[in-house]
């Protein structure tokens, strides 16, 4: 049985790939297949409809800029169509109040689609915030933290002047999957309450001040017997003494 080799260099560009997860990534920002997928991932996540690969070719867009430089008559000339040409322009300006929630993942970076943006969304607000140590509060792995950390600093300046504001959109009644926890008294493994409580949140807990009856944990590193530790032992409620058994950190 003949053995497959795996590629070293990209077919287009012959820059050398780099893996990750088993899949192969070409870095060259200039490589021409892989500028024109790249636009074809970002229209493709951002749903701009009729903003498909034949289209694309003919408006000759060759970078995400290009896209929202095009001008309604350039479309209507390109497409030959008039009546397709005021529907695309219309999706493509439509496409300007896409949150960061949505556009992470439109940038085709390694390891972070939907559900790494939607944890980064519960602990930051925009992407001035986010650095390796954020990323991995929100619950992102090694790799995934280290992939978005390079794409900022490295080429983040392709795409900041984009008409966009990259802020996250917080996302409400998130469902909790994992139980109710509420926190009392000093804790020991976190610097503030607010941090434990976005590690909780990106994990898929829910967090309450108050011991309320959908209460499943009671975090009580302090040690002291307070009225909701003694309220949730006589109630059955967890009750730990580290919440670093809890997140896992």
Not at 121 to 137: A, F, G
Not at 153 to 179: A, C, D, M, R, W
Not at 202 to 209: D, F, N, P
């Amino acid at each position: 049985m003949t053995e497959i080799e795996a590629p070293v260099n990209c077919p287009s560009c012959n820059s050398v790939l780099e893996s990750v997860n088993y899949l192969l990534y070409c870095r060259n920002a200039s490589c021409s297949v892989k500028v024109s997928k790249l636009v074809e991932h970002f229209s493709s996540t951002l749903k701009i409809k009729g903003l498909g690969p034949a289209s694309i070719d003919k408006l000759g867009i060759r970078s995400l800029e290009q896209i929202y430089d095009l001008s309604m008559t350039d479309i209507c000339e390109s497409l030959d169509s008039v009546k397709l040409g005021e529907k695309l322009y219309k999706e493509i300006q439509n496409s300007r109040n896409a949150p960061l929630n949505v556009l992470l993942p439109a940038f085709s970076i390694p390891l972070i689609g939907k559900t790494a943006s939607e944890k980064l969304s519960k602990v930051c607000e925009d992407i001035e915030e986010i650095d390796y140590d954020l990323c991995r509060t929100a619950g992102l792995g090694d790799k995934a933290s280290t992939n978005l950390c390079n794409w900022i600093e490295e080429e983040f300046y392709q795409v900041s002047l984009l008409p966009f504001s990259f802020k996250f959109i917080k996302t409400s009644n998130t469902p909790v999957s994992k139980g109710i926890v509420c926190i009392t008294g000093k804790l020991k493994s976190y610097k503030t309450k607010a941090l434990a409580k976005n590690t909780l949140t990106a994990l898929g807990y829910g967090v309450k001040s108050s011991l309320t009856k959908d209460v499943t944990i009671l975090v009580n590193e302090s040690g002291v017997e307070s009225a909701k530790t003694k309220k949730a032992r006589d109630s059955g409620v967890q009750i730990i003494t580290n919440l670093l058994d809890l997140t896992g950190e």
